[in-house]
């Protein structure tokens, strides 16, 4: 089995920041990508941003500048930091991690239980 434990969802005004957390733990032989995706209320789950194991970074055009995705390979750990937030980035945000159990097997895709946050005044 494999967890993803999400942390740093808040309420914050817009302008403000946030940073959040995802630690990846079980039965982990190597991890291809990590990400973030969120889903507001009504809507479908976006991507918000990805990171590979080689560093290479995605990010949806709305977040573009504002947000920045980054790991910590030796704790399986993705962040997500979020400035200047707006109203319309509240949503429930999830973790993903795209790995493999052992040497050799399939890429598997797992998620988190998802993190609160609300941008409001």
């Known amino acids: 089995q494999v967890q993803l434990v999400e942390s740093g969802g808040a309420l914050v005004q817009p302008g403000g920041s946030l940073r959040l957390s995802c630690a990846a733990s079980?039965?982990?032989?190597?991890?291809?990508?990590m990400g973030w995706f969120r889903q507001a209320p009504g809507k479908q789950r976006d991507l918000v941003a990805t990171?590979?194991?080689?560093?290479?970074?995605n990010y949806a055009d709305a977040v573009r500048g504002r947000f920045t995705i980054s790991t910590d390979v030796a704790k399986n750990t993705v962040y997500l930091q979020m400035n200047d937030l707006k109203p319309e980035d509240t949503a429930v945000y999830y973790c993903?991690?795209?790995?493999?159990?052992?040497?050799?097997?399939?890429?598997?895709?797992?998620w988190g239980q998802g993190t609160q946050v609300t941008v409001s005044s």
């Open positions: 990171i590979t194991s080689c560093g290479l970074t």
């Open positions: 993903q991690a795209v790995l493999r159990n052992m040497r050799g097997g399939a890429l598997r895709n797992y």
């Open positions: 079980g039965n982990i032989f190597s991890i291809n990508a």
